[in-house]
């Protein structure tokens, strides 16, 4: 058995560069994974949450996404709303299961009569198809109905990770399901028996540069097998500080027709080879863009930071740089500094 898990579509999600033109790039990778589908008679697609970037997308663009998922009669999709979180009881964030959720309007419950659409929510968690049993979680691991089904499938809209605010991903161990389908997190991430898709396209700015695209195949059972299927037409999004030549190199050697890169700030010294690269459409600059004026210190510092970044764990480098930048542009004294982290980090 072969399902296909996506997540975080955000259909409706306002993209500067792209405008109209991001519904048709996600309307068309929609098609095409579920063209994919028939293809290779895969029974099952999973949405895991954020289908919908809010709940009060127009029908001009919920409909046709609920027509085209209807039309393929014979592959059953599994959604679950999804949500930033679960604050005091209260859900918050995009499509979530609130009094006016996409998935109540009486235009949209109609789609979930069709034998081949299914909505899991709190008052209806689970459904089985095929002898295959789904169970949404809503921000947490569903606890595991033991029904006799050949395969058990969670579908989550939460955040596992190591951090603080975060859930263990430990909890995504410890359960007898064959796979739990997470959503929420717009990078693919696999944790054992379980994965984030990532976002289906992505349409944010972000520092990653190796943010894809995409689906996750899953063949679950003793030999589970999860398989990320990226796209590779599908846009990005890159947010760049220009502080070197081999910031500018590297821009340039990623930038294509799909790529759009924002400028968040540049060394004066770079400025006409700035100026060069925004001659190219696909790249701006940020309003808010900060730039360097190199003068000895700011390049002593610069390259202190530089030699002893890598003792920093890899996750932390970007912020990092970052923070040091914004302090060597601002010229900001130690109390402001201190101000500025104290409040940011509340220490
Ligand atoms: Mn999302």
């Known amino acids: 058995m072969t399902l296909y898990h996506i997540a975080d579509v955000h259909i409706g999600v ?13 309307y068309k990778h929609l098609k095409r994974l579920y063209e994919d589908a028939v293809k290779n008679n895969v029974d099952f697609v999973v949405i895991a949450g954020d289908l919908f970037d809010s709940n009060s997308v127009p029908m001009s663009l919920a409909r046709p996404v609920f027509e085209l998922i209807a039309g393929y009669r014979g592959v059953h999709t599994i959604i679950i709303p999804g949500g930033g979180a679960s604050i005091k009881d209260e859900i918050t964030g995009h499509d979530a299961y609130t009094k006016d959720s996409i998935y109540k309007r009486v235009d949209i419950k109609a789609y979930f009569s069709r034998d081949n659409i299914h909505l899991l929510t709190p008052d209806n968690p689970y459904v089985k198809i095929k002898d295959v049993l789904f169970q949404g979680g809503f921000f947490e691991v569903p606890d595991y109905i033991d029904e006799d089904a050949l395969y058990h499938i969670a579908i989550v809209h939460g955040a596992f990770g190591k951090n603080e605010d975060e859930i263990d991903p430990k909890r995504l161990e410890d359960t007898p ?16 028996k379980s994965a984030y898709a990532g976002a289906f ?17 899953v063949e679950p059972g003793p030999k589970l097998n999860i398989e ?54 696909n790249v701006a600059l940020n309003d808010e863009h900060f730039v ?52 940011r980090y509340e220490i």
């Open 14 to 26: 306002k993209n500067q560069r792209l405008g109209d033109k991001l519904f048709d790039i996600q």
């Open 177 to 192: 399901f064959d796979y739990i389908a997470l959503g929420h997190y717009h990078k693919h991430r696999v944790f054992g």
């Open 201 to 217: 396209i992505q349409f944010e700015f972000t520092k990653a540069k190796d943010l894809k695209s995409g689906f996750v195949k």
């Open 228 to 281: 990320y299927v990226p796209f590779d037409d599908a846009p990005r999004f890159l947010k760049v500080e220009l502080l070197s030549k081999e910031d500018l190199d590297s821009v340039k050697d990623r930038l294509n027709d799909n790529t759009f890169v924002q400028i968040e700030g540049y060394l004066d010294e770079l400025e006409d080879d700035v100026m060069e690269l925004l001659e190219n459409d």
């Open 292 to 343: 360097i004026e190199s003068d000895g210190t700011s390049q002593v510092f610069y390259d202190t930071l530089l030699k002893n970044l890598l003792n920093y764990p890899e996750e932390y480098r970007e912020e990092i740089v970052s923070l040091i930048m914004r302090f060597i542009h601002k010229k900001a004294t130690f109390p402001e500094v201190k101000d500025f982290l104290q409040k």
